[in-house]
C-alpha cells in the first residue's frame, strides 16, 4: 500500500469488504424477484439505471477529472469498451443462468474464477506457479472435467462466467483508472444501444418496466443502485487490506450463491457435491498458499 493505513480504516475495510461480497452473493434473490422479466430486458435496466446512479456516486467522490481523462484517451477508450462487451456478456449470462435454475453453474464459474487468473498468469505474463497453486489448479480441473464427463453436458455457464470476468479483470489492469469511474465509463458506452432497445420494448408495448406492476417497475429501477453500490465498497475496501485479504473474502460471494441455489430448491447431485468437493479443497490450497506468500513477504502497514 502506498500510504499508512490506520487500524480503524482497515477494520473498515474488512466489514465494507465483507458487505461488498455479500451482497453479491444474494445476487441471485434480486434476478429470482424480478424472473418474469426477460435477461436481455434486466441487462438492459442494469445498464441503464446504473448510470445516473453512478453519476451520482462519481460526483459525490470528484471522481470526475478520471472519467473525463478516459472519454479523451482513445488508447484508454478502446480497452474499456472491450471491458464492457467482456462484463455485460458476463452479466447476461449470470442473470440467464439464475432465471434458468443454474445457479450452482453460476457459483462454480466464480469459484474457479481466481484460479483462472493463476493460469492466465503462467500463460501469457510466463509467471511461475508455487506447488499448492499448481495443485489448485489440477484439482479444479479435475473437478469440471469430473462433472463434464459424469454429468454429460459441458458446464458452459460456470467456464464462461469464470472466462469472462478473467477477461474483464486482465483488460481492466492496462487501464490506469479506478473501479468505480471505470464502471461509469463501460456503462456509458454501452448506454445508447441499452436505451435504444428499451424503447423498443416501450414502443412495442413488450416492457415490463411501466406495464402496471409499480413493485416490478421499482425493482427494476433498482438495478442501479444493485449494480454500483457492492462495487463502490469493494473499491472502498481494496485501497484499505492486502491483496491476501481481499483474495480470501473473494470466495464468501460463490459460497452464499451456493446456498441460494440450495434455499431455492436446485437439485444438488452427486456429480456436482464431487465437483464441488474438488473445488473446495482447491480454493482451500489457493487461499492457503496465499497465506503463506504473504507471510514471507517484508512486513507493511
Known amino acids: 500500500m502506498s500510504h499508512q493505513v ?4 482497515v477494520r473498515s475495510g474488512v466489514v465494507l ?40 456516486i462519481i460526483f459525490a467522490r470528484r471522481q470526475w477529472p478520471e472519467v473525463k481523462a478516459a472519454l479523451i484517451d482513445r488508447s484508454m477508450l478502446a480497452w474499456l469498451s472491450l471491458a464492457a462487451l467482456c462484463i455485460s456478456v458476463n452479466w447476461f449470462i449470470y442473470i440467464w443462468a439464475v432465471q434458468n435454475e443454474r445457479i450452482f453453474e453460476s457459483s462454480l464459474g466464480y469459484y474457479i474464477n481466481p484460479l483462472m487468473y493463476v493460469a492466465v498468469g503462467v500463460v501469457f505474463l510466463g509467471e511461475r ?8 489448479v489440477i484439482l479444479a480441473v479435475i473437478g469440471v472435467s469430473y462433472l463434464t464427463i459424469s454429468g454429460g453436458v459441458f458446464p458452459w455457464v460456470a467456464v464462461s462466467l469464470a472466462t469472462l470476468f478473467t477477461a474483464y479483470g486482465v483488460i481492466r489492469k492496462q487501464v490506469a483508472i ?16 441499452a436505451i ?14 411501466g406495464s402496471g406492476d409499480t413493485g416490478l417497475s ?31 473474502m473473494q470466495f464468501l460471494a460463490p459460497t452464499l450463491q451456493f ?34 506468500a504473504d507471510k514471507k513477504k517484508p512486513s507493511q502497514a
Do not use: N
Open 6 to 9: 490506520s487500524d480503524a480504516e
Open 17 to 56: 469488504g465483507l458487505i461488498a461480497y455479500a451482497l453479491w452473493g444474494v445476487f441471485p434473490v434480486y434476478f429470482k424477484w424480478i424472473e418474469t422479466v426477460s435477461p436481455a430486458e434486466v441487462l438492459t435496466h442494469r445498464i441503464v439505471w446504473a448510470v445516473p446512479f453512478g453519476a451520482v
Open 129 to 136: 506457479l508455487r506447488r499448492l497453486q499448481i495443485t489448485a
Open 178 to 193: 479506478g473501479a468505480m469511474p471505470g464502471l461509469f465509463v463501460e456503462t456509458t458506452l454501452l448506454f445508447p444501444l
Open 196 to 209: 435504444v432497445y428499451l424503447l423498443s420494448l416501450v414502443t412495442a408495448q413488450q416492457a415490463s418496466i
Open 218 to 248: 421499482f425493482l427494476l429501477m433498482m438495478a442501479g443502485p444493485v449494480t454500483v453500490i457492492p462495487l463502490l465498497l469493494f473499491a472502498i475496501s481494496a485501497k484499505r487490506l492486502s491483496l491476501t485479504t481481499v483474495g480470501f
Open 259 to 292: 446456498c441460494t441455489g440450495l434455499y431455492y430448491g436446485e437439485q444438488l447431485t452427486t456429480t456436482y457435491l464431487v465437483c464441488f468437493g474438488f473445488i473446495w479443497v482447491a480454493v482451500a490450497l489457493f487461499s492457503y498458499d496465499a497465506i503463506l
